[in-house]
Nanobody
Framework: QVQLVESGGGLVQAGGFLRLSCAASGFIFSSYSMGWFRQAPGKERERVAS????????YYADSVKGRFTISRDNAKNTVYLQMNSLKPEDTAVYYC????????????????WGQGTQVTVSS
């Protein structure tokens, strides 16, 4: 079965950085677009970044452009989210999601979710 396991969350001061990882199994990782979403308390889950199955196209929410970078290593079945210049408003639970087969990454409809990892940014 599909498994997505996030790691790398934690507590960091504003201006700091974190790198999230999502280890995938149970499907042909290299054939699927992947994405990162986040959900803050009292807010809806929102897409932060996504990446095409081959890594050629990426999408970023306006709120993270220039600060976050999504990447993938198909040999390791892992997708990453490098988060720099973190702000208190980035505080949320971050979820990894599997997209569609040969998806472009520009549009991503999540089909499976990880359990989430907490990111807390203190001011």
């Amino acid at each position: 079965q599909v498994q997505l396991v996030e790691s790398g969350g934690g507590l960091v001061q504003a201006g700091g950085f974190l790198r999230l990882s999502c280890a995938a199994s149970g499907f042909i990782f290299s054939s699927y677009s992947m994405g990162w979403f986040r959900q803050a308390p009292g807010k809806e889950r929102e897409r932060v970044a996504s990446i095409a199955w081959n890594g050629w196209n990426t999408y970023y929410a306006d709120s993270v452009k220039g600060r976050f970078t999504i990447s993938r290593d198909n040999a390791k079945n892992t997708v990453y989210l490098q988060m720099n210049s973190l702000k208190p408003e980035d505080t949320a639970v971050y979820y990894c999601a599997r997209g569609s087969t040969y998806g472009s990454g520009n549009v991503l409809t999540p089909n499976d979710w990880g359990q989430g990892t907490q990111v807390t940014v203190s001011s």
